[in-house]
């Protein structure tokens, strides 16, 4: 059975930073492409913050995560990272990892990341 646990969520205050983990059993890690999606409460819309490659060579980012976001993974621990620098009332949301590039793969439970002051 796949599971994806993200962990690492919080409160922050504006300019903040918070580091999420992705822990991931049930598929084989080493050859998995990650990333990283949000949903904001509410909202159907969900928006892909960052994505690596199997390998950790290729990343991704929207602009509007771009300098701030920083994607990254350990396949020895078969766990994905997700330091996120700066961090804006906007970047509000449940955050959750997917085993896939795109955005698009099984994800786990989420992490609530709350930005205010």
């Known amino acids: 059975e796949v599971s994806l646990v993200e962990s690492g969520g919080g409160l922050v205050q504006p300019g903040g930073s918070l580091r999420l983990s992705c822990s991931v059993s049930?598929?084989?890690?080493?050859?998995?492409?990650i990333s990283w999606v949000r949903q904001v409460p509410g909202k159907e819309e969900l928006e892909r913050v960052a994505a690596i490659n199997w390998s950790g060579s290729i990343t991704w980012y929207p602009d509007s995560v771009k300098g701030r976001f920083i994607i990254s993974r350990d396949n020895a621990k078969s766990t994905a990272y997700l330091q996120m620098n700066n961090l804006q009332v906007e970047d509000s949301a449940v955050y959750y990892c997917?085993?896939?590039?795109?955005?698009?793969?099984?994800r786990g439970q989420g992490t609530q990341v709350t930005v205010s002051s």
């Open positions: 997917t085993g896939n590039y795109m955005g698009t793969g099984p």
């Open positions: 049930g598929l084989r890690f080493v050859s998995t492409d």
